[in-house]
């Protein structure tokens, strides 16, 4: 139901992609673009791990804060699955370490 828009970022347990509902009028009241979180099919295979992940997504549902990126939907698509998240612009938490560390007052302030 999602057609992917580029791949955000990837790491040892998937990868994150932003996408878009094909429905429009859907994708206009998730808030446009979404970030899907996909799990290596590896990982979504393990009984265990897609329990976690699930407990996880659900719990993603019913929590609402301004801070927190609200989490839509669970997908699986073949082997895959995801969680469907708001899509937040901006640089990712890797651009804002300087290689040398980060001051207390920078860490503060990010987290803020």
Not at 46 to 56: N, T
Request: aromatic residues 6%; proline residues 4%; negative net charge.
């Amino acid at each position: 139901n999602y057609r992917i828009l580029s791949t955000i970022g990837e790491g040892g347990m998937g990868k994150v992609v932003r996408a878009r509902h094909v429905e429009e009028s859907w994708a206009k009241r998730q808030g446009g673009d979404v970030a899907i979180k996909l799990v290596h099919p590896h990982l979504a295979a393990d009984p265990d791990f897609r329990e976690r992940f699930l407990d996880e997504a659900h719990l993603g549902r019913r929590l609402s804060h301004p801070s927190l990126a609200r989490v839509h939907d669970v997908v699986t698509e073949g082997a895959w699955l995801g969680a469907v998240m708001d899509f937040v612009e901006g640089d990712t938490l890797t651009a804002s370490i300087d290689p040398n560390g980060l001051h207390l007052d920078r860490v503060l302030a990010l987290l803020r």
